[in-house]
């Protein structure tokens, strides 16, 4: 497969201190599903054959509950070159004592780079006052920080009180506060009704335009598939699918792999580009179910078989257009030096 994979991200476990509703890995207490830290550390080798992998992100689930082997993860990771990053609901930060023992200890084992995700549903479970805390540590220890906050129109979550807490630590420009839409779980998970009616009304969809981030970043999920995706959809649409390492080496599969049209396109035109392609042959022919981002739209699109028949029909007459403006992107990506594309843990 024809691909230039900046981004390796983890999943190293689908265990986790919370039990957000709609979590799109379905992540919790109880949760089963976990990498062993020797197969982590073989892809972290592996990883090297992959030449333009330049970042390691380490997420989950939570990644914290690795305890020392995340810091050793880390630490091997750093060694061979890559960037590193971690993703983490921020439940070890109970003070800032604490929070300042453990950034301290990745910050030296080469930790980059960290995200905490927060907001009505992880507060539930994860106190908003451990995320200032990690937060303030991260910033302390010289990491490029993201607080990534869900947001839906059922969220109550006090974002303008975070941030005046964390006010010194955004004017230094090492922290940034982002909203994102928290979207109903692909995998039919969640129990509650959201709905972004406010974001919507604020900011318009964020549906248009290439997905940058599928086949930029590739994700190992706790079962070892290897996935052309590090958001929402994730494990649940077989489209972005690239195949098993659990008996091969990353490297081989995706070598191996098949070029694919669909990754291709939704690369270079995301699932609102591939809809207009379709309504060429089904005039009026839009998305689905109105989604406010991209990850919803494409879980809208693949899931609408009919509008996936008729892109598969057609795609052959664009394929030469198609693979030269993917290669073009692929090539002129500059892999960004803070936490701001989005994933999530």
């Avoid at 991260?138 to 059922?154: I, K, N, P, W």
Wanted: charge should be neutral; glycine fraction near 10%; proline fraction near 5%.
């Amino acid at each position: 497969m024809f691909v230039r994979p900046r981004v390796l991200s983890i999943l190293t476990t689908r265990r986790c201190t919370a039990r957000c509703d709609h979590c799109c890995v379905g992540a919790g207490p109880r949760a089963t599903g976990t990498l062993t830290v020797p197969r982590i550390r073989a892809l972290l080798e592996e990883a090297t054959s992959v030449p333009t992998i330049e970042r390691i992100v380490f997420t989950g689930g939570e990644a914290f509950l690795l305890g020392d082997d995340l810091t050793a993860l880390v630490t091997r990771a750093h060694g061979l070159g890559f960037a590193t990053r971690a993703i983490t609901n921020g439940f070890w930060a109970r003070d800032a004592v604490a929070a300042d023992r453990r950034i301290g200890a990745l910050a030296e084992a080469g930790l980059d780079e960290l995200m905490f995700s927060t907001g009505t549903f992880h507060q539930a479970f994860v106190p908003v006052g451990h995320v200032v805390n990690g937060a303030r540590a991260a910033v302390r220890a010289g990491l490029a920080t993201r607080v990534s906050v869900e947001t839906c129109d059922q969220s109550s979550f006090g974002e303008a009180a975070l941030r005046a807490d964390l006010r010194d630590e955004l004017a230094s420009g090492m922290l940034a506060v982002s909203s994102d839409p928290w979207i109903t779980d692909a995998g039919g998970r969640g129990s509650s009704r959201l709905t972004h009616e406010r974001l919507r009304a604020a900011h318009g969809d964020g549906v248009r335009g290439g997905c940058a981030t599928i086949m930029t970043t590739l994700s190992v999920t706790p079962d070892q598939e290897l996935v052309a995706c590090c958001g929402f959809p994730l494990e649940e649409l077989p489209g972005l699918r690239i195949g098993s390492i659990a008996q091969r080496a990353l490297g081989d599969v995706i070598r191996d792999a098949p070029n694919d049209a669909l990754k291709m396109f939704l690369h270079v035109a995301g699932p609102a580009g591939i809809a207009e392609f379709v309504a060429r042959y089904e005039p009026g022919y839009s998305l689905p179910g109105n989604p406010i981002s991209i990850c919803e739209a494409c879980v809208a699109l693949q899931r609408d078989t009919r509008a996936m028949r008729i892109a598969a029909e057609h795609v052959g007459a664009i394929a030469t257009e198609l693979a030269a403006r993917f290669t073009a992107q692929q090539y002129a990506f500059t892999l960004p030096t803070t936490p701001t594309a989005h994933a999530r843990s």
